[in-house]
T-cell receptor, first 117, second 113 residues
Framework: AQSVTQPDIHITVSEGASLELRCNYS??????LFWYVQSPGQGLQLLLK??????LVQGIKGFEAEFKRSQSSFNLRKPSVHWSDAAEYFC???????????????FGTGTQLKVEL | ETGVTQTPRHLVMGMTNKKSLKCEQH?????MYWYKQSAKKPLELMFV???????ENNSVPSRFSPECPNSSHLFLHLHTLQPEDSALYLC????????????FGPGTRLLVL
């Protein structure tokens, strides 16, 4: 079965500093990978996704992520963090298609980002 | 209204109550999902519906009963819940039952007393 590990539970960065959030996955085949962001009291918003092709993917709000098959990683990066980026970030992988359909997202436990002004 | 909406946003109920959560998607999608988000735990997939047919029941207790009357609406009926069922319940939808991206609603924060 697929799994996702986000090793950092909390990260604090200063506004304007660069950011990298780590994500490692375990999946037997080529994975479909996602990063979502959740602000307090809100649902999950898709930041970016990787299905195939270029291993560096661009997302919304200035985020990007790089798929590295050799390291089973899909780390999220942003060159300059803004105070409004403070939120919880979730990495997810799509597992095998279920019998009869439906795609099964497996999420990591999330990384809480705090931005210091 | 656009996207995925959920009502109510907050719900407090006793263990003997019966309540329902509602989800509506305005994206023309054919697949809908219920997830449970508890503190310090990964999101847990509860149910998947594709074209109004349930395709996944992820070992969820029978006190949770989903209903999908059409491709735009999804309900989660709750009865005789336990305090450990307190969580954020998230609804999502996707274009189809394959690899498509899932779009999430804002969630219903449930507290069981």
């Amino acid at each position: 079965a697929q799994s996702v590990t986000q090793p950092d539970i909390h990260i604090t960065v200063s506004e304007g500093a660069s950011l990298e959030l780590r994500c490692n996955y375990s999946y037997g085949a080529t994975p479909y990978l996602f990063w979502y962001v959740q602000s307090p009291g809100q649902g999950l918003q898709l930041l970016l996704k990787y299905f195939s092709g270029d291993t560096l993917v661009q997302g919304i709000k200035g985020f990007e992520a790089e798929f590295k098959r050799s390291q089973s990683s899909f780390n999220l990066r942003k060159p300059s963090v803004h105070w409004s980026d403070a939120a919880e970030y979730f990495c997810a992988v799509v597992g095998s298609i279920l019998t009869g359909g439906g795609n099964k997202l497996t999420f990591g436990t999330g990384t809480q980002l705090k931005v210091e002004l | 209204e656009t996207g995925v909406t959920q009502t109510p946003r907050h719900l407090v109920m006793g263990m003997t109550n019966k309540k329902s959560l509602k989800c509506e998607q305005h994206l023309g999608h054919n697949a809908m999902y219920w997830y449970k988000q508890s503190a310090k735990k990964p999101l847990e997939l509860m149910f998947v519906y594709s074209l109004e047919e349930r395709v996944e029941n992820n070992s969820v207790p029978s006190r949770f009963s989903p209903e999908c009357p059409n491709s735009s609406h999804l309900f989660l009926h709750l009865h005789t819940l336990q305090p450990e069922d307190s969580a954020l319940y998230l609804c999502a939808s996707s274009q189809g039952p394959g690899w498509e991206t899932q779009y999430f609603g804002p969630g219903t924060r449930l507290l069981v007393l």
